[in-house]
């Protein structure tokens, strides 16, 4: 891998003009996609490319080649709103710039902004963003090619522009222009690349750096060229890299490529002082309170990861900054110069600190790590990955093999998927091959710049017969490689996320991989399981056919989160993985653009068996073709389409609301197309149901939400008639008037079945029978009647069990009959589970609790998953008859439909492919409280000696008290514990159970 930075943000600008930026893979305009896929970790996912903070210094912009802007809460450390405008293909959108005006109402931006090689301008539009909504105001062109930097003026009238072609634009602010500007001069840098620009002396000077012919001073009211000492020659035969403007305008400092940073008056541009040289490139510059400046690493840091703080007047050192692991290209102050933010390291973090005494004041950053190690163990289908740099203190070690420290058995056609798990034994998992018979590779200094990887020596017998030099068009250098194909071919990783392959013995280019946006880290090959891994500085782990090169998966994980999806959006993912990807819908170069999250088109997208097919088939578009044919022209449309879009908040007046209930209000859903009154509303957990509604005006409705004593966390979720589902919530904090509360009801629907009369071999060649399901729920209705009932003020019940089977044993059955009259007690079969379920579920209230359980056998059949009835059938031996089954989906919308709180306990994991993939996402998004007898790839047992499945009889033992972690009784949390301990240690850890109580209070549920 390549050390954090070595992006050569700079090396990438230092090629002239922009026809040498662009990657050779970049789409030509016209056959740029209007949808993007994309990872958003809450933080930038690529090199933060430029900071400003806002002239209050409440807020920070920051712009990143990951094509996006980030107006981020610095005291909180979260983004407030991220603005994208029209991103394409390879360099298509990314952003080397941003200014904020001095009255804060505008951000400007520029860039790479444009399709093809570079031979069809132009490039370099300017857009502007009102800073309030993130919308695109206006957008200014003049250049025909990249803008580098921006800059306002301190009266903010005039705008000032530079770039690829050595011309600075100056805007004029002018109401008469449709876009609020005119180009009012343009002054003639004599360059192919101006990097920075900023005005000084009041605004009466615009200083600029270049990368090929030093340093430009200009008076700006006269538009003239200031004529710079002799000191400033030696500067036009290097890259002066970074530039920055003291507190009160008076000096001007520079940056270069060979460490140098020079003071420079602004007045007349004469030399004020040399500070101290560095022993590497000066990333960026920024001048701080106290005659402060701040000079940080960009590239060749080794262990010098650092930013130097130095006196201006005396030219002694201050302080070394270490706060990053990686270097640091972007750096800006608040207007007293009080805070210092710099941006950097391996992910691509923003810290805000003193310069007068280090301190970290945040931390602004994504969930995401850099992925820097890949393994394969091939025999098992298990893949292993670590995030730690394998060599801190080198610029570069390509050769070199991470830790790994994690690992992920990838689903097959006999295993579902697993959660990722620490690697606790080495494991015999495949690295890179650096060697194979009698070829190798090693990586070598070269190239324009003497990158100390830009070039891929191959070796046959230890003799060097050929090499590859990277540059501009295929990654700038070997950050990772290794040979296939018993040595006779290869495939090598570049800075940019370049993957190509190559055959060994010519250095011709066989294949190209495409999928990665950042440097690739490292990589595996397995010719046995088919696949090519890699792992990249984007925080992608991806998985590729080796053969066809076809990407398969990307992969993103964040402690216990992660998610899996495929190029065509279908995914699986952890409980809240789903909202760390998305998709960026564009709407013209003129106007910003739309990110649809994948959570709000879970509907048609979440499809873990779609993922699944695609890995075991080593294909993404032969799995789409199988199980939904023609459906990505669907897609397409239904991104076409907006989502929800809509706002809430507490209201401003809460003196009219009633006792217990707080005013929430809802704005812009009419605009949307949305019903206020078909929104879900959860407060903690609980889905209050009907609302008192009223308007505010034409576009804001005020609804009264039922709250508890203290914090509550009320979520309204929007869908609209495309299927689109949106999610806003808001915190309240209550004191409810002391008064004795009224107890709410308890419903609770037991289905229990043991007897499966048209399924005489269809169990693996046996009967379906079960022996305990009936039992099960009875005795669970038994115990929840006198342990949990009394909390509540009366308690009514739905029983669908086999009757034959309950009067098997009539010492149960009688006390089955105490709770539930006999002719209340109904045959589970599909009809009567369908119609008495959703029927029973319409009856409880906002206050009321109710608890489902159901046990029997479960069924996946492609992309969903039913329960089996006991009029369950099969047409052969091969497909199930599916009107005889019961749609678990229909189960899940009765569920979510029941008013107040909700628990589903289920236990049916019988037989192999009975995991009910969709419960736990179903469940949170809910927020419906499950126990699951079974996670992913174990059946539920039954033991003859506890007369019960091992779940429901870790359930009973824990309602009946052995679950109390108190004199008060069993509460969520504890019964939670219970179970997972209790079920684990009766089967030997050979069953292990699921559950989700994540966002619910700890409620008691049984009496001591």
């Known amino acids: 891998m390549v050390k954090p930075g070595l992006p050569l943000i700079r090396t990438c600008r230092w090629l002239a003009m922009a026809g040498a930026l662009i990657a050779s893979s970049v789409a030509r305009a016209e056959d740029a996609p209007d949808f993007h896929l994309d990872l958003d970790t809450g933080g930038h996912s690529a090199q933060v490319t430029d900071l400003a903070f806002t002239p209050d210094g409440e807020d920070i912009v920051s712009a990143s080649n990951d094509k996006t802007i980030r107006v981020w809460d610095w005291h909180s450390g979260v983004t407030l709103r991220t603005i994208r405008g029209y991103i394409g293909n390879g360099s298509d959108g990314k952003i080397f710039a941003v200014a904020v005006s001095p009255d804060g109402k505008t951000i400007a931006a520029g860039g790479y902004f444009g399709a093809s090689l570079g031979d069809k301008p132009p490039y370099g539009d300017i857009r502007l963003f009102d800073f309030a909504t993130g919308k695109m105001k206006a957008v200014l062109r003049a250049a025909d090619y990249a803008t580098y930097d921006l800059a306002f003026s301190p009266d903010g009238k005039t705008l000032a522009a530079g770039g690829a072609d050595g011309v600075v634009y100056l805007w004029r602010l002018d109401d008469k ?90 007045a007349d541009g004469t030399l004020a002082r040399a500070m101290p040289a560095q022993d590497f490139l000066i990333g960026s510059l920024t001048f701080a309170k106290g005659s402060r400046l701040v000079a940080s690493c960009g590239y060749r840091c080794a262990d ?301 997208l979440w499809s873990p068996e779609m993922v699944r097919r695609a890995i075991t088939l080593r294909s993404a578009k032969q799995a789409v073709k199988e199980m939904r044919p023609g459906v990505d022209n669907e897609l397409q449309k239904l991104l076409q389409r907006k989502p929800p879009e809509f706002a809430i908040r507490l209201a401003d007046d809460q003196s009219k609301v009633r006792d217990g209930y707080v005013a929430v209000e809802i704005s812009g859903a009419k605009e949307a197309g949305t019903d206020v009154a078909g929104f879900s509303i959860l407060s903690n957990s609980r889905n209050v149901g009907d609302v008192t509604a009223r308007s505010v005006d034409g576009n804001s409705t005020i609804v009264e939400i039922p709250v508890e004593n203290g914090e509550n966390i009320i979520r309204i979720t929007g869908t609209n008639e495309f299927g689109y589902l949106t999610e806003r919530s808001v915190t309240a904090l209550a004191r409810k008037t002391e008064k004795a509360e009224a107890k709410g009801k308890l419903y609770v629907a037991v289905i229990g079945v043991d007897k499966y009369p048209f399924l005489t071999d269809a169990c693996s060649g046996r009967a379906c029978d079960l022996r305990y399901p009936v039992d099960d729920a009875t005795e669970f209705l038994k115990v929840i009647s006198q342990k949990s009932a009394p909390l509540f003020s009366s308690m009514e019940t739905l029983v669908l069990v086999n009757r034959e089977a309950l009067d098997e044993s009539p010492d149960k059955a009688k006390l089955t ?191 001591p």
């Not at 210092?340 to 923003?350: E, K, L, Q, S, Y």
């Not at 994980?557 to 959006?569: E, K, L, N, R, T």
């Not at 119609?835 to 359980?853: C, K, S």
Request: net charge negative; charged share 25%.
């Open 177 to 266: 222009s449709a876009t609020g500007w005119t180009l009012d001069k343009k002054l003639d840098a004599d360059s192919w690349h101006i990097d920075k620009l900023a005005f000084a002396a009041a605004g009466t000077r615009l200083a600029a750096t270049t990368t090929d012919n030093g340093i430009r001073l200009w008076d700006v009211v006269k538009g003239e060229e200031i004529a710079l000492p002799d000191e400033a020659e030696p500067l036009r035969d290097i890259s002066v890299t970074a530039l920055a403007v003291s507190q009160d305008g008076s000096l001007f400092a520079t940056g270069s490529k060979d460490g140098l940073v020079q003071l420079w008056r602004a």
């Open 817 to 1007: 009959y105490a709770v539930a009259s006999a002719d209340a007690i109904m045959e589970p079969d599909s009809d009567t589970i369908d119609d008495q379920l959703a029927d029973f579920l319409d009856r409880p209230g906002e206050h009321d609790t109710t608890i489902i359980f159901v046990a029997g056998h479960g069924i996946n059949i492609d992309e969903d998953y039913y329960f089996i009835p006991t009029d369950g059938r099969k047409q052969d031996a091969e497909r199930w008859k599916r009107s005889s089954l019961v749609d678990w989906s229909d189960i899940q919308k009765s569920v979510e439909r029941a008013k107040g709180m909700r628990f589903m306990l289920l236990d049916t994991c019988h037989a192999a492919n009975a995991f009910n993939p969709r419960l736990e996402k179903d469940a949170q998004d809910a927020r419906i409280v499950v126990f699951s007898a079974t996670a992913a790839n174990n059946t539920a047992a039954e033991l003859p000696e506890l007369g019960h499945g091992v779940f429901t009889y870790s359930i009973l033992e824990g309602l009946r008290g052995k679950a109390r972690t108190s004199d008060g009784g069993v509460t969520l949390f504890g019964l939670a514990d219970y179970i997972s301990r209790e079920v684990v240690r009766l089967t030997s850890s050979k069953q292990k159970p699921f559950y989700y109580v994540g966002g619910v209070e700890n409620i008691m549920l049984a009496e």
């Open 304 to 604: 010098k990861r650092r930013s130097i703080v130095w006196n201006t007047d005396t030219g002694e050192k201050v302080l070394d900054y270490t706060g990053h692991d990686g270097t640091v290209y972007a750096s800006a102050a608040n207007a007293d110069g009080s805070q210092v933010a710099t941006a950097g390291g391996t992910r691509n973090a923003i810290q805000v600190w003193d310069p007068a005494t280090g301190e970290r004041k945040a931390l602004l950053q994504g969930v995401g790590e850099p992925v820097t190690a890949v393994g394969i163990d091939a025999a098992n289908d298990v893949i292993a990955w670590g995030n730690t740099n394998p060599c801190p203190d080198r610029v570069a070690c390509p050769e070199q093999q991470g830790a790994l420290d994690k690992v992920l058995a990838l689903p097959t056609t006999e295993r579902f998927f697993e959660d990722p798990q620490p690697l606790t034994e080495p494991g015999s998992f495949a690295r890179a091959a650096l060697a194979n018979g009698q070829w190798s590779l090693r990586a070598a200094p070269g190239g324009k710049d003497a990158l100390e990887n830009a070039v891929l020596e191959i070796a046959n017998g230890g003799k060097v017969v050929r090499g590859i030099e990277n540059d501009a068009t295929n990654g700038f250098v070997h950050s990772a490689y290794t040979l296939i194909d018993k040595g006779l071919g290869l495939i090598t990783g570049g800075n940019d996320g370049t993957l190509i392959e190559y055959r060994t013995a010519t250095a011709k280019v066989s294949g190209e991989f495409t999928g990665h946006t950042g440097e690739i880290n490292a990589m595996v090959a397995s010719e046995k399981a088919g696949l090519l891994v890699t792992g990249s500085a984007d925080q992608t782990l991806r998985l590729w056919d080796l053969k066809t090169h076809e990407l398969i998966v990307s992969m993103f994980f964040a402690g216990s989160q992660w998610i899996v999806w495929m190029p065509q959006g279908y995914y699986y993912s952890s409980d809240e993985g789903d909202k760390l990807i998305g998709w960026q819908v564009n709407q013209g170069r003129d106007h910003e653009g739309r990110f649809i999250r994948a959570g709000q088109l879970k509907k048609y």
